[in-house]
Nanobody, 120 residues
Framework: QVQVVESGGGLVQAGGSLRLSCAASGTIFRFNAMGWYRQAPGKQRELVASITRGGNTNYADSVKGRFTISRGNAKNTVYLQMNSLKPEDTAVYYC??????????????WGQGTQVTVSS
């Protein structure tokens, strides 16, 4: 079955950078889209960034200009480069893969999440 595994989370000071990585395995097919969601304590899960096979990207307004999503050369890999991090970026970040719905990744498969903590 499909497995989605994230890595790269951690603790960083405000203004710092982190790079999250994600790989989805267990299928011979290339997903039409992959992306990142996040969930902070007491808040709903929200879309952070999405990228399609064609390279179309979407970002949450709160991360535009600071985060960059990209697909790796290996099949079904995606990265999230996070710069100028703010305390409000603190959350569990989840990688997802699947089809496309309304122009963004449809969350067919999910990883377990990786914690990102930004200290002030």
């Amino acid at each position: 079955q499909v497995q989605v595994v994230e890595s790269g989370g951690g603790l960083v000071q405000a203004g710092g950078s982190l790079r999250l990585s994600c790989a989805a395995s267990g299928t011979i097919f290339r997903f039409n889209a992959m992306g990142w969601y996040r969930q902070a304590p007491g808040k709903q899960r929200e879309l952070v960034a999405s990228i399609t096979r064609g390279g179309n990207t979407n970002y949450a307004d709160s991360v535009k200009g600071r985060f960059t999503i990209s697909r790796g050369n290996a099949k079904n890999t995606v990265y999230l480069q996070m710069n100028s991090l703010k305390p409000e970026d603190t959350a569990v970040y989840y990688c997802t893969a699947g089809g496309v719905e309304n122009g963004v990744v449809r969350g067919d498969y999910w990883g377990q999440g990786t914690q990102v903590t930004v200290s002030s």
